[in-house]
Nanobody, 120 residues
Framework: QLQFVESGGGLVQPGGSLRLSCAAH????????MAWYRQSPGKERTFVAR??????????DTVKGRFTISRDNPKNTLNMLYLQMNSLKPEDTAVYYC???????????WGQGTQVTVSS
């Protein structure tokens, strides 16, 4: 089971920016398709963005052109997933979750979530 730690959430005004981070320790990071999901109070968890081990990205229509997902391997087994969020709107307010899926191993792991609040 892949474990990771999320950070970067907070309170931001409409039109502002935030960058979420997800740190994972594994020597096999490229085997995982990484994604961000979000969940607002009273609503289901929904897909935000995805990036494969080869770097192919995919976005929900609601964030396309405003959010950018990326991944990095800065040191040894330390791997990072990022979500750069620009032009934030109040409707982006949610708890954001990091997700790691390994099809060969049949695993699907979640982070603990980080709160993003967009409000004036």
């Amino acid at each position: 089971q892949l474990q990771f730690v999320e950070s970067g959430g907070g309170l931001v005004q409409p039109g502002g920016s935030l960058r979420l981070s997800c740190a994972a320790h594994t020597s096999n990071f490229n085997a995982y398709t990484m994604a961000w999901y979000r969940q607002s109070p009273g609503k289901e968890r929904t897909f935000v963005a995805r990036i494969t081990g080869g770097g192919t990205t995919d976005y929900a229509d609601t964030v396309k052109g405003r959010f950018t997902i990326s991944r990095d391997n800065p040191k040894n087994t330390l791997n990072m997933l990022y979500l750069q969020m620009n032009s934030l709107k109040p409707e982006d307010t949610a708890v954001y979750y990091c997700n790691a899926r390994n099809v060969l191993m049949g695993t699907n792991d979640w982070g603990q979530g980080t709160q993003v609040t967009v409000s004036s």
